[in-house]
Structure formats: C-alpha cells, structure tokens
C-alpha cells in the first residue's frame, strides 16, 4: 500500500499565479486533512474533509480552497499565491477523527 | 481562543536523563490526544496517543499523562537516547470547533551524547 500520496514534492511559484496539491489515500479512510507547517508555528490546519462529501474551515482557511473529488482524494488550491503561503504542506488522513493520522511525505512551497 | 498551548518550545537533555513535554487544552469536551514525532526532513508520525477514560498510558519509554481536570496532559521519555531528537508535537480535538484535530507548537528535543 502506498498510504498517502501527495504531489508535487516541490514547487515554487510567482506571487499570483494558482496551483492545486494533489492527496490521495488507499486505506478507505473517512478523514482527510491539510496542514501547513511553519517555522516555531508547529503544524495548522487549513481545512480538512471529516468525511466524503464534507468541507470545514481548520485554522488558517483564508487564501486556500478544497475539494474532496471522491473518497479517496482531497485537493488543496490557491487561487493566486501570496509569499505568505510559502510553507511546507502536508495532507492526512485517518479512520475517524479520533484514530491515528497517516501523513503524506509533503509539499514544500515557494512563492516568490 | 480554542487551542492548545504546548511547552517548552525546546529541551536539550543528556542522554539517559528523561524529558517532558506538557500540552494544556481549551475544551473540555475532548477526550483524544495523540503525541507525534518528527524526524528533520521526515512527516510527522505518531508515537503515542490516549483518550479520556484513564489517566496514563506507556509504552516502553514513553508514557503519556493526562489530567481532565486541569486540562493538561504531558509526554514523558525515560532514558532518552541520542536518536530520540526530534520536534514532537501534541493534538487534541475541539469539539466546540466542529471536531478538528489541532496541534500545538512543537517542542524540539535534542539529546546530548
């Protein structure tokens, strides 16, 4: 099993301009999450997926949209990024909200 | 607000001693909190979890407690090894938030040989 797969690893992109971060998960896992983890900051929430067909704001939503296409994939866009959302990205998924989270290996983002 | 204060942000420790690391939390309805570790470079993986109905948990050298009164609960290492440096982080769930998993700071350990 592949657990969690993220794409891309690396990105940078120009202040601007969008993107999608693609996560899928092959554990038929009901929750899925992204965070975004900053220096001294530990790791946020931006939105997470408790189960398909559901949304919800985390932490730090503003500037970011999601999109849970099916079970198994969460996408995270930027319309038009900012250097404030230079950070490293990482998607999760778990069982239920209260079990453990696999991690995907994350997205390290550059906006210039 | 609601969320989850963790300290110290760093620990440095000499190998054999113990560490801990403390969380406190806002919302009493909670009653899941797992602890993570993070190698430099790696994802976040858990470690050690515990929910509401006891009090302690362990597993070999680690052992988390947790105090619902207070509304705190700690990460305890014994013995700490040089491969136990790491950034660990603790989470709970607010439920008063719709159910969100949330993470304090992190705390960087780092053990001395």
């Known amino acids: 099993n592949a657990g969690v797969t993220q794409t891309p690893k690396f990105q940078v992109l120009k202040t601007g301009q969008s993107m999608t971060l693609q996560c899928a998960q092959d554990m038929n896992h009901n929750s899925m999450y992204w965070y975004r983890q900053d220096p001294g900051m530990g790791l946020r929430l931006i939105y997470y997926?408790?189960?398909?067909?559901?949304?919800d704001k985390g932490e730090v939503p503003n500037g970011y949209n999601v999109s849970r296409l099916n079970k198994r994939e969460f996408s995270l866009r930027l319309e038009s990024a900012a250097p404030s959302q230079t950070s490293v990205y990482f998607c999760?998924?778990?069982?239920?909200?209260?079990?453990?989270?696999?991690f995907g290996s994350g997205t390290q983002l550059s906006v210039l | 607000g609601e969320n989850v204060e963790q300290h110290p942000s760093t620990l440095s420790v000499q190998e054999g001693d113990s560490a801990v690391i403390k969380c406190t939390y806002s919302?009493?309805?909670?009653?899941?909190f797992p602890w993570y570790k993070q190698e430099l470079g790696k994802r976040p993986q858990l470690i050690i979890d515990i929910r509401s109905n006891v009090g302690e948990k362990k597993d070999q050298r680690i052992a988390v407690t947790l105090n619902k009164t207070a509304k705190h609960f700690s990460l305890h290492i014994t013995e700490t090894q040089p491969e136990d440096s790491a950034v660990y982080f603790c989470?709970?769930?607010?439920?008063?938030?719709?159910?969100?998993?949330?993470f304090g700071q992190g705390t960087e350990l780092s053990v001395k040989p």
């Open positions: 999760a998924s778990s069982g239920q909200i209260d079990e453990k989270l696999f």
């Open positions: 989470a709970a769930i607010l439920y008063n938030q719709g159910g969100k998993l949330i």
């Open positions: 919302d009493s309805a909670s009653n899941y």
């Open positions: 997926s408790a189960s398909e067909g559901t949304t």
